[in-house]
């Protein structure tokens, strides 16, 4: 299995003029994604809380998240991330790449659209 990786906008929000490419490993077993916080910070993104986050090896450390907008291949969406710092790896995680209806194929180690469903939908609506 190889690493994947993609090259995404992020902006503040949909309408900001200012936005920054940023290129990501894809990592879809992580929650979050990941950005250097030096970028974040430069776009105006501010964050919300600080999460506790474990580690491989089993150490915990602290994070600020807030939300952003990523682009990729006319598509795009607003999820959390996770402010990155010196020495962090830059992840494309999960809920990005739900907002952005987009699944890894593990074995092209390509982007695809995902299947969308809509469950309960009552037709006597």
Do not use: W
């Amino acid at each position: 299995m190889g690493i994947t990786y993609a090259t995404l906008k992020v902006k503040e929000s949909r309408k900001s003029p200012l936005e920054k490419k940023v290129d990501f490993m894809i990592d879809s077993g992580a929650v979050y994604s990941l950005a250097p916080g030096e970028i974040l910070d430069a776009l105006g993104i501010e964050p919300y809380k600080t999460v506790e986050f474990a580690l491989a090896d089993g150490t915990k450390i602290s994070r600020r998240v807030g939300d952003a907008y990523f682009e990729y291949n006319n598509e795009d969406g607003s999820a959390p991330v996770i402010y990155g710092e010196k020495g962090d790896t830059v992840l494309l995680g999960a809920t990005t790449l739900e907002a952005l209806g987009l699944v890894l194929n593990p074995f092209s180690r390509t982007l695809h659209p995902m299947q969308m469903f809509l469950a309960g939908i009552n037709s006597e609506c």
